[in-house]
Structure formats: structure tokens, C-alpha cells
């Protein structure tokens, strides 16, 4: 494995500049070394400066020694992530977000700009651990039963998969070829 990674924002913030059509989905930004408002500043920022096409794209990570230098330690990353999920959320959505901890806890910092699409930007979270699995969705052998359950309605339903995923919010599903 390579040394060379490029920083996410940096990098979307150069392709919000250069292009103006597609969407820009961050690859993987790992959520747990890095404070979720901090993250959610970020995002809003490219999101107002490429006109509403950020796609929020997080993972768990896997570089033990990423882990090791920044913390959290790295088999606290699940529960770290989810923490790190939930406050991008609410910092994308809230303009002052209110975050519980334990490991982020925040209260009255107000974050602007506020991003173009409403309520906020889309989150895909990625991985393919069994944690990651139990909690964000199927992996690419499962891909065709996934978009049929997501796009399974019967009359008057939910969406399944956004029921059972998302709390009912909308549910994309995507795989990298």
C-alpha cells in the first residue's frame, strides 16, 4: 500500500473548482480521527462552493497506526464512527448541533455556511467488516437483493431498507466496481 493519499477536503474542494456537474463523493473519509464538526464545517464548505454536489462518503478505517497517532485506539473505531456519523449529521443539519459525547461532546458552536441541499448533504458510509455490515448495509455479493429490498413498496409501505437502515431517511445504496 501506498504513502500517497491525498487529503479528502483539499481534493473536493479542487474538483468543486474545476467542474461544475458531477457530485463529489469523499473516499473514505475516515469519521473517527477527526472531530465530526470539524468534519461537518468541512463538508458544508465544499457543499455551498460546488452548489449543493457533496457526498459525504465515511468509513471506520483500517491503518492500525492511523489509530495509534491520532487515537481513538483502534478496536474502539466502531463505536467512535457511529459517534463521528451522527454528529456530521447533526452538524450538517443544525446550524447550532448540540453533541452528546462521550468521546465529542459539544454545545454552542454555531457552524456556517450552512449546506446547499436540504436537510443536509448525503452520508454513504462504507466498509465491509461484520460490524460495518451489521450497522450501514449489505456487501456487493448481496448487492441485487439490497436494491430490491430498497425498492420493494408495497402499497402503502415503507421502504424496507430505509426503515431498517436509516430511520426511514432516504437509502442509497452504491458499489465500486
Known sequence: MS????????TL????????????LSHIYVAALRHP???????????VLSAGRVICGVGAGHVNEEFDLMGPAFDQRGPATDEAVAGLALGLTEEFPEL?????P????????????????????????????????PV???LAAAVGRAQCRAAGQPVRAAAEYRDGAPLDIGSIA
Request: glycine share 10%.
Open 3 to 10: 504513502t500517497v493519499w491525498y487529503d479528502t477536503i483539499a
Open 13 to 24: 474542494g479542487w474538483l468543486a473548482a474545476v467542474t461544475s456537474e458531477i457530485h463529489l
Open 37 to 47: 464538526l470539524r468534519a461537518a464545517k468541512e463538508f458544508a464548505t465544499v457543499d
Open 100 to 104: 452528546p459525547g462521550p468521546r465529542w
Open 106 to 137: 459539544a454545545s454552542g458552536v454555531g457552524l456556517k455556511p450552512r449546506p446547499v441541499r436540504s436537510p443536509r448533504p448525503p452520508i454513504w458510509v462504507g466498509g465491509s467488516s461484520p460490524a460495518a455490515l451489521r450497522r450501514y448495509g
Open 140 to 142: 456487493r455479493r448481496r
